[in-house]
């Protein structure tokens, strides 16, 4: 597996600064799971932070600050438990931490019907600055013709996924904000799944998917 698109560093800087909202930290945790490249650049990443940390000038803090931010730390529940896996999964398709959200590998997972020959699972993030969820495209596909009023986040996690002159397989990373129009479609041979986060709903040109959108919730 040869994976050729990734993390922009703004997204990558955020998630290793602990800045990025969940659902967009999932998807990058998940590539991370996936691309080598990828994980040495996140740990370059964490090495510059950690320099900064160490280069900044001790401040005087009020003596009961420490008590706070503990009781802050305590209390804190944006990282909601991981859902134990029921078996092994060496060779699992669906890598963790994403498997961790889901309950299971792909052949576990339990579909939505979204609109013919496309399937969904919403995935629950405790932080609502975005949303996450598994998509399923036919082979052939083509998704609707749209815009973006925010970014979106795109994760291929098996089959392919073409956008004009560019093919996406397993691993490799889409990003979109509004500057972008397009109509992607689901390559040849196998299922396109893949992992999607919007923090934006989707402009779509037909008025007929305008329609349908307050249905499926993009």
Known sequence: MTIK????????????????????????ATHLALCPQ???RNSSADALGGYWLDSLEATAVLPTMMASVLSQVRSDTT??????????????????????????DLSDLHW??????????????????????????QSGLKVPSHGH???ELTLILTGSLCDRDTVLYRGDIAETDERTEHQPFAGPGEDCVCLAVTDAPLRFKSMF??????????
């Open 209 to 218: 998917a305008r329609l349908l959108q307050p249905l499926f919730g993009i």
């Open 38 to 40: 990828c994980r040495a």
């Open 149 to 151: 009023n925010g970014r």
């Open 5 to 28: 698109f990734h993390i922009s560093n703004d997204i990558l800087l955020s998630y290793s600064a602990g800045t990025l909202d969940e659902a967009s930290s999932l998807l990058v």
């Open 79 to 104: 990282s909601p438990e991981p859902r134990e896996p029921s078996r092994s999964f060496s060779n699992a398709i669906i890598p963790d931490p994403l498997r961790s959200y889901l309950g299971g």
């Open 112 to 137: 939505k019907r979204l609109a013919p020959r496309v399937q969904q699972i919403s995935i629950d993030t405790l932080d609502k600055r975005s949303q996450a969820r598994l998509l399923r495209f």
